[in-house]
C-alpha cells in the first residue's frame, strides 16, 4: 500500500486497483499478452493490502471448502462465489472493480464483462491443502456465447504445486511452447480460457496452496441445452450440489460451468 492510503473496502477496492494499474505500463504487457497466444503472468500484481485481504478472506472461508475427487482429474478444495458472497465479499468487490474489469479488456482486446450471478465459477477459490490435490490438463472450456477469460490470482503458497501450460496449442501455425509458474501470493496470470491448456501439479504432505480464480466474458448468455450439464459438473466436480442448487438461490437464464484451476 502506498502511503496516505487506505485499506480497499467496496468503491476503494476499485479506487486501490485504478491507483495500482495506472502504473502499469499497458502497451508492452498487451504485446506480451498477444506473443504468448493470449496468456500473460506478473508476479507482482496486487497491490500489498489487497492481497493481505485476499488471506484474511481465505480464514474467512476455511469452514465452508467442499472437498471434491474427480479419478484421474482432480483432487482438491473449493469454495464458490455464492459462499464467497456470504462470507468474503471483499472478493466479490474486487472481482467487480470497474478499473480492473477495463485493464482485463484491454489486455485482451475486447470488453470483458462480469459472469452472470448464478454462475458458481465467477469467482472461487480452490484450495490444494491435502496430498496429492490437483488438477489435471484441461482448457477452462467456455460455454458460453462469448469467449471466456480466466484470471488467477495468487493468494497463499506454501506449497510446491506449479501451474503447467502448454502455449499456442491452439495454432497450428505456431509451435507448442510448454512453460510454468509458482505464482506467488500477489501476482497474476491471465488467459482465454479455449486457448491455454494447464494443470496444476499434485500438492505434498504438509503443503498449502489457495488460488483466486475471477471468470469474465464477452458474451453472458449461454445455449439453453448446457445449463444442467454445467450446473451439474459444477456441483460433481467443485462445489456440492447444495452450493450450486441449494439455499433457494433464484435462477436466471444463464448457468455456470467448467474446468477452473
Ligand atoms: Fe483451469
Redesign the pocket.
Known amino acids: 500500500m502506498l502511503p496516505g492510503e487506505t485499506a480497499p473496502s467496496g468503491r476503494s477496492a476499485d479506487r486501490a486497483m485504478a491507483r495500482r494499474l495506472s502504473q502499469l505500463d499497458r502497451g508492452p504487457l498487451r504485446g506480451e499478452f498477444l506473443s504468448q497466444g493470449s496468456f500473460l503472468y506478473m508476479e507482482e500484481f496486487l497491490p500489498a493490502d489487497a492481497t493481505a485481504r485476499l488471506v484474511a478472506a481465505v480464514a474467512a472461508v476455511e469452514g465452508a471448502v467442499n472437498r471434491n475427487y474427480l479419478p484421474g482429474h482432480k483432487q482438491g478444495g473449493s469454495v464458490s462465489r455464492h459462499t464467497i458472497d456470504e462470507l468474503a465479499p471483499f472478493i466479490a468487490e474486487l472481482y467487480r472493480s470497474p478499473a480492473l474489469t477495463a485493464w482485463l479488456g484491454e489486455l485482451a482486446g475486447e470488453r470483458l464483462q462480469a459472469s452472470p450471478p448464478d454462475d458458481a465459477h465467477a469467482y472461487a477459490l480452490y484450495f490444494y491443502t491435502r496430498a496429492g490435490d490437483h488438477?489435471g490438463w484441461?482448457y477452462?472450456t467456455s460455454y458460453y456465447r462469448g469467449r471466456r477469460y480466466?484470471l488467477l490470482l495468487g493468494v497463499i503458497d506454501e506449497s510446491s504445486c506449479r501451474l503447467e501450460y502448454e502455449l499456442h496449442t491452439r495454432e497450428p501455425e505456431v509451435p507448442n511452447l510448454p512453460g510454468s509458474v509458482q505464482y506467488p501470493p500477489g501476482s497474476l496470470v491471465f488467459f482465454d480460457?479455449d486457448k491455454l491448456k494447464?494443470r496444476v501439479t499434485p500438492a505434498r504432505a504438509g503443503e498449502r496452496r489457495v488460488s483466486l480464480t475471477f471468470e469474465y466474458v464477452t458474451d453472458p448468455r449461454m445455449h439453453a441445452g448446457w445449463r444442467l450439464i454445467s450446473n451439474m459438473k459444477d456441483a460433481v466436480a467443485y462445489f456440492g450440489l447444495r452450493q450450486v442448487f441449494g439455499r433457494g438461490r433464484k435462477r436466471s437464464a444463464s448457468p455456470s460451468r467448467s474446468?477452473?484451476?
Open positions: 488438477i484441461h477452462d480466466t480460457g494447464h474446468d477452473a484451476t
